[in-house]
């Protein structure tokens, strides 16, 4: 499995750093956001160190798509056992620096528990 030394990410994987995790597989595990946008918000990574979506499709080389289908069903899953479900969650993944993406380690937000804003981008 892929791991990157400098990663906190990888580093709240291996248990280096702590975290509140919610559920966890061989494959992923999710933990809550440190700095919670709205009164759920959750982050679901993959143990692998993958840095983006655009490193999980890339241009060669091997593609990601059944590893990110698992990943939204584990968001979902969570969000549901969270109590997210039937009113609503949304689920965000920030790709690369104009985006926002802080942690080059791919992971996917779910953010819910309240009405969220609406709109996206500026
Ligand atoms: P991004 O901006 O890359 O899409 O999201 C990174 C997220 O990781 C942010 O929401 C940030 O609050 C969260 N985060 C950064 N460092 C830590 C940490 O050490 N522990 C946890 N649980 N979340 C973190
Ligand atoms: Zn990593």
Do not use: W
């Not at 809550?32 to 490193?55: E, G, N, T, W």
């Not at 009113?87 to 690369?96: E, K, L």
């Amino acid at each position: 499995m892929t791991s990157d030394p400098n990663c906190i990410f990888c580093k709240i994987i291996a248990g280096t750093i702590p975290s509140v995790r919610l559920y966890e597989d061989h494959e992923f595990i999710c933990i809550r956001d440190i700095q919670p946008q709205a009164k759920a918000h959750f982050l679901v990574l993959p143990k692998q160190h993958i840095k983006s979506l655009d490193d999980a499709f890339p241009v060669e080389g091997r593609d990601q798509t059944e590893l990110m289908g698992r990943l939204m069903r584990i968001g979902t899953l969570v969000a549901r056992q969270q109590g997210l479900l039937p009113s609503g969650f949304r689920a965000v993944i920030n790709t690369n620096h104009m985006a926002g993406q802080t942690v080059d380690h791919l992971h996917l937000h779910i953010l819910g528990g309240e009405p969220l804003a609406g709109g996206f981008g500026r």
